[in-house]
């Protein structure tokens, strides 16, 4: 929260929206929601799991 507080308030963003120069903006926006995304992906992965390996990337068929 304080960070995303330091990003728009007293960070890159503020100041860009006041002067309305909106060049890189996206950064701000899809960064933290990537990282998000990719942070759970990457937790999935590597938290243990009752089953082997070898079970869980097996296809079935």
């Known amino acids: 929260m304080t960070i995303m507080l330091n990003v728009f308030v007293g960070g890159s963003l503020g100041p860009a929206i006041v002067k309305w120069r909106f ?5 701000y926006i899809f960064g933290p929601i990537i990282g998000t995304v990719t942070g759970g992906f990457v ?17 079935s068929g």
């Open 23 to 27: 060049k890189g903006i996206w950064a």
């Open 43 to 59: 937790y999935k992965l590597l938290t243990p799991t009752e089953k082997s390996f070898s079970e869980i990337v097996k296809r």
